[in-house]
């Protein structure tokens, strides 16, 4: 949570993002272009990502730049959480990501869980709207919102997906290794929080 130098990235690249979108003069135009050059050249040498990868990563988006959404499916079974392994890193998380166009975050929590775990499942109540930068996640060159749904299953075994090999549920004292950038433990630890108490009322930043 320390690295400076991505948030001062971060903010130059999504202020450069915002006055390519609205500026209409060419010379104010060339000079947020240089803005968001600057960004990209940071991160590149910030971190082990080569150039050409962060710009296709991090300065290709166009508009207003908003934080991305990411949807996170909470399924209990015998006081125990549905937990899925990544292929990309082998390590565990809630089932979910990005949210689409098109579909509401409950109904993006619902593929999800299908897509990762083999359940279908219905959405039952939001737990949680959670801001990246206040969680201890590993650095990040987006700005996230997660999104915690509570979901029942409805039918369904549990099965891997093209992006998880492995499908368990797990107590709340013995948890896998997580994957961070995706959930952390203290994040877990809320929801389990719900499996107490149903009535709380939804979490956020």
Sequence with gaps: MNEKWLHWAKR???LSQSGLAFSKDKY???RYQELRDISVEII????DMDIKKVKELFATETGYQTPKI???GVVFHQNKILLVKEKMDDKWSLPGGFCEVGISPAENCI???KEEAGFDVKAVKLLALFDNHHHPHPPQPYHYYKCFIQCSIVKGH???GLETNDVRFFDEDNLPPLSTRRNTESQIMKMFSFLKDDQQDSLFD
């Design 44 to 47: 590149a040498s910030y971190s």
């Design 111 to 113: 593929k999800e869980i």
């Design 158 to 160: 549990a099965s891997g």
């Design 12 to 14: 130059i690249q999504a």
């Design 28 to 30: 104010d135009i060339e």
């Design 70 to 72: 990411d949807v996170r």
